[in-house]
């Protein structure tokens, strides 16, 4: 028998040292080649030329995040990782644009596949961007096979909107679809114990209910009306349309044939994709003859010479990006870890070079704990220099308390705001384990030492112990945001109750300072802190990583096509694993959020 183990244990320790040996040439080798690729792609973008009367190419298929989350290898290695466009990219490339001789017009090209998710505050800081330029005399043009509310919602700014014969517009209205568990988690036995402060505080429903509560269905009827009213307005303005018309349409058809569409006045014309090609070779200057191509620059490749021309000065004004679920600890990839954040928020602090802060949030909020630790970050930091915050797509609960302490904060009238609510939520496993055959003990020595536990459901002295956390939680909350908004208390409690708000509700009941997005931020922070015209941007974390230049050595910085559109099938089974993942992020140590209902998606 000892011989057995002998040679077990000889076995053994040399496959670990084979697998080691072999582990650590294959690291060797592929880091030599990643710096070879890496200087490669370096080599590549000082090669960039921009040919006299180019079109700037924005490819609507791409969706835009106020920073990249970095990507897997396998994501990388799958042409995954170039589908993402930088806010701040874009709307440097297009403001670049205006004054660029060498460039004429704008392409909003559609013909790809509808991969962005891209949020519709966001969309609307560039369509600004896009109406700054067409505003300068310079065209833009957009074409588009099938043209969701996305598209739409930023094409309409175009001197002229083309569509293809077979194609679409789509402007049947907004709705959230939310997905319910109950039944589910009842028939598997998994429990659910909920408890919250705000009636409207409707993060745990999908878990412990099996359709909309009144308040929650209340809420999402007000936001939803709010932003399609945005839509509608914003639409409407460009294509010389009125809310009622528009909203006709979507109340009698919704989705509109080509034809249909240029009857509507939704688009200006139509025609296939061989004839938009000669229509802007004319443009650039390229003899139709040419069947190839026109002189165009894409995005991607434009956006880093624009920010190439970026002013140096000693003196900084910082950007720093919160986007992601709140998670305690140092979270992921796409979270926003709060003793990481908090402690980039203390390095921005202690640094003198750095004169102002703009704290761009992009969150549903998390963990209360780690909320309330950036939060006192951010509060610390105002007291040193100026801190402006420029609320996304989303800002709310746990993403709207570490904004409060701002000097000014900005949000977008479509932005999703407020939430300021608190919420617990307990699981136990009793029942799916029993009926699997597993049972527990357990040994204590006081009545409470297992009051944490997922054997069984909580007793309701357990229940009321958690209700009174919850409630000093919310009532800290409610507290803060009036002293740092210099509200009344009471007032706060009345538009607290985990309301969620559009950014235009937010700012009349005083939740935010201004509407307007990342460059106003920006500018408001230098006339705070009284900097003139002499600073110079810089933006945290850095993302930069080496699966990004890998990709672009593979691509050859032109766009990616890999990714395809999804059956219906398999899109409805990726939403139920989506919606099921969401709870990894709920790691908060006493399970205690600030956050969003987890499925709260606008279509």
């Given at each position: 028998?000892?011989?057995?183990?002998?040679?077990?244990?000889?076995?053994?320790?040399?496959?670990?040292?084979?697998?080691?040996?072999?582990?650590?040439?294959?690291?060797?080798?592929?880091?030599?080649?990643?710096?070879?690729?890496?200087?490669?792609?370096?080599?590549?973008?000082?090669?960039?030329?921009?040919?006299?009367?180019?079109?700037?190419?924005?490819?609507?298929?791409?969706?835009?995040?106020?920073?990249?989350?970095?990507?897997?290898?396998?994501?990388?290695?799958?042409?995954?990782?170039?589908?993402?466009?930088?806010?701040?990219?874009?709307?440097?490339?297009?403001?670049?644009?205006?004054?660029?001789?060498?460039?004429?017009?704008?392409?909003?090209?559609?013909?790809?596949?509808?991969?962005?998710?891209?949020?519709?505050?966001?969309l609307k800081e560039v369509r600004g961007a896009l109406e700054r330029f067409r505003a300068s005399g310079k065209k833009i043009i957009a074409y588009n096979i099938d043209m969701d509310k996305r598209d739409y919602y930023l094409?309409?700014?175009?001197?002229?909107?083309?569509?293809?014969?077979?194609?679409?517009?789509?402007?049947?209205?907004?709705?959230?679809?939310?997905?319910?568990?109950?039944?589910?988690?009842?028939?598997?036995?998994?429990?659910?114990e909920v408890i919250r402060a705000g009636k409207y505080k409707s993060l745990g429903e999908a878990q412990s209910l099996t359709k909309f509560s009144p308040e929650a269905r209340q809420e999402t009827q007000q936001l939803l009306?709010?932003?399609?009213?945005?839509?509608?307005?914003?639409?409407?303005?460009?294509?010389?349309?009125?809310?009622?018309?528009?909203?006709?349409?979507?109340?009698?058809?919704?989705?509109?044939?080509?034809?249909?569409?240029?009857?509507?006045?939704?688009?200006?014309?139509?025609?296939?994709?061989?004839?938009?090609?000669?229509?802007?070779?004319?443009?650039?200057?390229?003899?139709?003859?040419?069947?190839?191509?026109?002189?165009?620059?894409?995005?991607?490749?434009?956006?880093?010479?624009?920010?190439?021309?970026?002013?140096?000065?000693?003196?900084?004004?910082?950007?720093?990006?919160?986007?992601?679920?709140?998670?305690?600890?140092?979270?992921?990839?796409?979270?926003?870890?709060?003793?990481?954040?908090?402690?980039?928020?203390?390095?921005?602090?202690?640094?003198?070079?750095?004169?102002?802060?703009?704290?761009?949030?992009?969150?549903?909020?998390?963990?209360?704990?780690?909320?309330?630790?950036?939060?006192?970050?951010?509060?610390?930091?105002?007291?040193?220099?100026?801190?402006?915050?420029?609320?996304?797509?989303?800002?709310?609960?746990?993403?709207?308390?570490?904004?409060?302490?701002?000097?000014?904060?900005?949000?977008?009238?479509?932005?999703?705001?407020?939430?300021?609510?608190?919420?617990?939520?307990?699981?136990?496993?009793?029942?799916?384990?029993?009926?699997?055959?597993?049972?527990?003990?357990?040994?204590?020595?006081?009545?409470?030492?297992?009051?944490?536990?997922?054997?069984?459901?909580?007793?309701?002295?357990?229940?009321?112990?958690?209700?009174?956390?919850?409630?000093?939680?919310?009532?800290?909350?409610?507290?803060?945001?009036?002293?740092?908004?210099?509200?009344?208390?009471?007032?706060?409690?009345?538009?607290?109750?985990?309301?969620?708000?559009?950014?235009?509700?937010?700012?009349?009941?005083?939740?935010?300072?201004?509407?307007?997005?990342?460059?106003?931020?920006?500018?408001?922070?230098?006339?705070?802190?009284?900097?003139?015209?002499?600073?110079?941007?810089?933006?945290?974390?850095?993302?930069?990583?080496?699966?990004?230049?890998?990709?672009?050595?593979?691509?050859?910085?032109?766009?990616?096509?890999?990714?395809?559109?999804?059956?219906?099938?398999?899109?409805?089974?990726?939403?139920?694993?989506?919606?099921?993942?969401?709870?990894?992020?709920?790691?908060?140590?006493?399970?205690?959020?600030?956050?969003?209902?987890?499925?709260?998606?606008?279509?």
């Amino acid at each position: 028998m000892r011989q057995f183990f002998k040679q077990t244990l000889a076995s053994t320790v040399g496959s670990l040292l084979g697998l080691t040996l072999f582990s650590a040439a294959a690291i060797a080798i592929v880091s030599v080649t990643v710096g070879v690729i890496i200087q490669s792609a370096a080599d590549n973008t000082n090669t960039v030329k921009i040919a006299d009367k180019s079109i700037l190419t924005i490819d609507l298929s791409r969706s835009i995040v106020d920073i990249n989350p970095g990507k897997t290898f396998q994501e990388t290695l799958a042409g995954d990782a170039n589908r993402i466009t930088e806010l701040k990219s874009i709307l440097n490339a297009i403001d670049t644009a205006i004054t660029d001789k060498r460039i004429v017009a704008i392409y909003l090209d559609g013909n790809n596949a509808k991969l962005s998710t891209t949020g519709f505050a966001t969309l609307k800081e560039v369509r600004g961007a896009l109406e700054r330029f067409r505003a300068s005399g310079k065209k833009i043009i957009a074409y588009n096979i099938d043209m969701d509310k996305r598209d739409y919602y930023l094409s309409s700014v175009a001197d002229q909107i083309v569509i293809n014969p077979m194609g679409s517009v789509d402007v049947n209205g907004f709705r959230s679809e939310t997905m319910f568990f109950k039944n589910a988690f009842d028939k598997y036995g998994i429990g659910v114990e909920v408890i919250r402060a705000g009636k409207y505080k409707s993060l745990g429903e999908a878990q412990s209910l099996t359709k909309f509560s009144p308040e929650a269905r209340q809420e999402t009827q007000q936001l939803l009306d709010n932003l399609w009213g945005d839509f509608k307005t914003s639409i409407g303005k460009s294509r010389q349309l009125t809310p009622t018309a528009i909203q006709k349409m979507a109340d009698d058809r919704g989705i509109f044939t080509a034809a249909q569409s240029v009857k509507n006045k939704l688009v200006d014309r139509i025609a296939y994709p061989d004839r938009m090609l000669t229509e802007l070779q004319k443009i650039s200057g390229v003899d139709p003859a040419d069947k190839s191509s026109f002189h165009k620059i894409a995005l991607n490749d434009y956006a880093e010479i624009a920010d190439k021309t970026s002013k140096n000065s000693t003196r900084k004004i910082a950007v720093i990006y919160a986007q992601g679920d709140i998670v305690s600890g140092e979270g992921g990839a796409g979270q926003i870890g709060g003793d990481n954040l908090a402690r980039q928020l203390r390095e921005l602090r202690i640094d003198k070079d750095v004169k102002a802060v703009v704290l761009r949030v992009n969150s549903p909020g998390g963990s209360a704990l780690a909320s309330d630790i950036i939060q006192r970050e951010v509060k610390l930091l105002q007291q040193a220099k100026p801190v402006v915050t420029s609320m996304g797509d989303v800002a709310a609960s746990g993403g709207y308390s570490i904004a409060t302490f701002s000097n000014k904060i900005f949000a977008q009238a479509n932005t999703i705001t407020g939430s300021i609510g608190v919420i617990g939520i307990n699981y136990n496993y009793q029942k799916l384990a029993n009926n699997n055959g597993i049972t527990w003990d357990v040994v204590k020595t006081s009545k409470l030492a297992d009051g944490n536990t997922v054997a069984r459901p909580r007793t309701p002295q357990e229940l009321a112990i958690s209700q009174q956390i919850v409630d000093e939680i919310y009532d800290d909350f409610i507290t803060k945001v009036a002293a740092s908004r210099k509200l009344p208390k009471q007032k706060v409690a009345e538009i607290a109750q985990g309301r969620i708000w559009s950014g235009a509700d937010a700012k009349r009941v005083g939740l935010v300072d201004d509407l307007g997005g990342l460059n106003d931020a920006i500018a408001a922070a230098a006339q705070i802190a009284k900097l003139g015209k002499d600073w110079e941007l810089e933006e945290y974390p850095a993302v930069e990583g080496w699966d990004e230049k890998l990709l672009k050595r593979f691509a050859g910085s032109q766009e990616v096509r890999a990714l395809q559109s999804q059956d219906p099938l398999s899109t409805e089974l990726l939403k139920v694993k989506s919606e099921l993942s969401s709870l990894n992020s709920l790691n908060d140590p006493r399970g205690v959020y600030v956050r969003l209902p987890f499925n709260l998606k606008i279509d």
